[in-house]
């Protein structure tokens, strides 16, 4: 019985591809500004749903613990030596199902539970995996979390010395997911190297602008980098782990079989045609666009008095401090998303508020600049924002502007969708 193959997803499943083009739909008529999404190319989206999906690969290539690996250990390999190419790295691991099982296997790989760590504070603009308390990372080791400094909020390296020093950490983890400058490396080795830990930086939100050379490379510096592949990067969501060859063993036996089983195989060959596509003139160009259209939106929304972490971005993202306009960042995130801008509520460093109904708004830059806008969009978007922000209630000035978002986005196909 094979009759329920056929048919279309249309046929088969009404429901969900009804909600498949609602998606495709929604993600064309809306600006989207949470930094860490993006569009995929068409490749990108035909690779990874393709039947590749339908192997089991659990090894690595050339010693697998399955037969017809024909054409999935090419596409492996593909994917490794693309990346490390396209970020100058001795090893790759493509395998990570995202950021945090990538992270987690970097754990795996070289402390035993208890051992001390040390990352960057999620309310400074860490992530759950650099050892905050409720992941699994903060409870199963003895984790010491650095911050930003208050008058300026930017890292607080002193603090970094000084609790590296105290609790000499096996893992020192740099990288964020809500910080707008750039990640001094150089600090951060020098650090790691005088307490003896790995540096292991998390390059998730900024790999793509990494491999543009629009932001400085950790490679060299960190002894591992992980990241997911599906943010500026512009791949599919996965993950990644880059590291020298002297720990390629560690970090290869984590993966599999220390923390997870088969690759996904279809989204390994998404992985390769990313890093075919971030390696081109194209993506380089892509990469500076990015960080100046994330200044733009930052020097529209300051003209409008807004209160910007750290004043400013270097990178791709904005994070808005709205206690001076009076709203709460969950407040305007839900009237910008009413108006056709998507963007997250987010705590901000120091915040009063609770991380469920902070006083923050998070904005990024990748997915507009993946549909080819530029200064004056990014104008425009900044002067929406303030205008919704500063009236979160007033419907009909939510749905003028929703008009008014839609017709620029109609000016703009988005990448892999073809309504
Ligand atoms: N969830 C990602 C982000 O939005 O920044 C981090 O993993």
Redesign the pocket.
Known sequence: MTDHFDPALSQTDPEIAALIKLEERRQHDKVRL?P?ENYVSRAVLEASGSVLSNKYSEGYPGRRYYEGQQNIDPVETLAIERMKKLFGAQHANVQPYS?SPANFAVYFAFCKPGDSVMGMALPSGG?LTHGWGVSVTGAYFASHQYGVRKEDQRIDFDEVARLAREHKPKLLWCGA?AYPRVIDYDKFAEIAREVGAILVADV??IAGLIAAGAHPSPVGKAEIITTTTHKTLRGPRGGMILCDDKHKAAIDKAVFPGLQGGPHNSTTAGIAVAAKEASTEAFKKYGHAVVANAKTLAETLLSRGFSLVTGGTENHLVLADLTPKNVPGKVAAKALDRAGLVCNYNSVPFDTRKPFDPSGIRLGSPAVTSRGMGATELKAIGNWIADVVEHPDDEKLLARVAGEVKSMCDKFPAPGIQL
Do not use: C, D, N, R
Request: proline share 0%; net charge neutral; glycine share 14%.
């Open positions: 949470i860490s950021g992530h997911t998730a939100h």
